[in-house]
């Protein structure tokens, strides 16, 4: 069974950072291109990063470019979202996706998603 646990969310000032974290099972984590999607209040999902399956070709949305870096230890079976110089508008729950292949490309099919972990930012 596939399962993704996302953790380090949580409340923190403007200008300070979180580091997320996301645990996976049930599946051969380094076969797998992964992705960060977040979601704030009354708005849609909102792709944030993603990263091949070797740890390459990592990408971010406008958004949080220069601000946010993508990482995977693929022996820990673990992703990671390094966020630096937070804004309120970062504000959503996070949630990381397992892709359907090794590469992501834009729509590349996601596969599952996990339960999420909140992120406010605020004063």
């Known amino acids: 069974e596939v399962q993704l646990v996302e953790s380090g969310g949580g409340l923190v000032q403007p200008g300070g950072s979180l580091r997320l974290s996301c645990a996976a099972s049930?599946?051969?984590?380094?076969?797998?291109?992964m992705k960060w999607v977040r979601q704030a209040p009354a708005k849609g999902p909102e792709w944030v990063s993603s990263?091949?399956?070797?740890?390459?070709?990592?990408r971010y949305a406008d958004s949080v470019k220069g601000r946010f870096t993508a990482s995977r230890d693929n022996a820990k079976n673990t992703l990671y979202l390094q966020m630096n110089s937070l804004k309120p508008e970062d504000t959503a729950v996070y949630y990381c996706?397992?892709?359907?292949?090794?590469?992501?490309?834009?729509?590349?099919?996601?596969?599952?998603r996990g339960q999420g972990t909140q992120v406010t930012v605020s004063s």
């Open positions: 996706a397992k892709l359907r292949g090794s590469r992501w490309y834009p729509g590349a099919p996601e596969h599952y």
């Open positions: 990263i091949n399956s070797d740890g390459g070709n990592t």
């Open positions: 049930g599946f051969s984590f380094g076969d797998y291109a």
